[in-house]
């Protein structure tokens, strides 16, 4: 089994920042296991959106909504993936999601939910105007 449980989410006015973290585990995973690993976003009603991804060879790819507010990291070392936001808008209220995949997912696939077999539970993130 694999286990993504996310955390940091919470509520913060227009403009704030929040971390969000993402930690794996399993009988024998680790983050290199995975080819793939991203955040993804949903709200009542609406399709499930990529935020961004990272590949295990480090390359990163972001939604245009959120590149040069958001990043994501990995630390191998606690098993975590990451998701610094910073500047936060109204419209960034969403559930955010941690998912990974073993398989590799090429570039033009990897904000793509259909792409990912594991999926954490969730972490609410509000931002007030």
């Known amino acids: 089994q694999v286990q993504l449980v996310e955390s940091g989410g919470g509520s913060v006015q227009d403009g704030g920042s929040l971390k969000l973290s993402c930690v794996a585990s399993?009988?024998?995973?680790?983050?290199?296991?995975?080819?793939?690993m991203a955040w993804f976003r949903q709200n009542p009603g609406k399709e499930r959106e990529g935020v961004a991804a990272?590949?295990?060879?480090?390359?990163?790819n972001s939604a245009d909504s959120v590149k040069g507010r958001f990043t994501i990291s990995k630390d191998y070392a606690k098993n975590t993936l990451y998701l610094q936001m910073t500047t936060l808008k109204p419209e960034d209220t969403a559930m955010y999601y941690c998912?990974?995949?073993?398989?590799?997912?090429?570039?033009?696939?990897?904000?793509?939910?259909?792409?990912?077999?594991?999926w954490g539970q969730g972490t609410q993130v509000t931002v007030s105007a």
């Open positions: 399993g009988s024998t995973i680790n983050m290199y296991s995975m080819a793939s």
């Open positions: 990272i590949t295990s060879t480090g390359v990163m």
């Open positions: 998912a990974a995949n073993p398989g590799w997912i090429s570039g033009n696939s990897r904000l793509s939910h259909y792409a990912y077999q594991y």
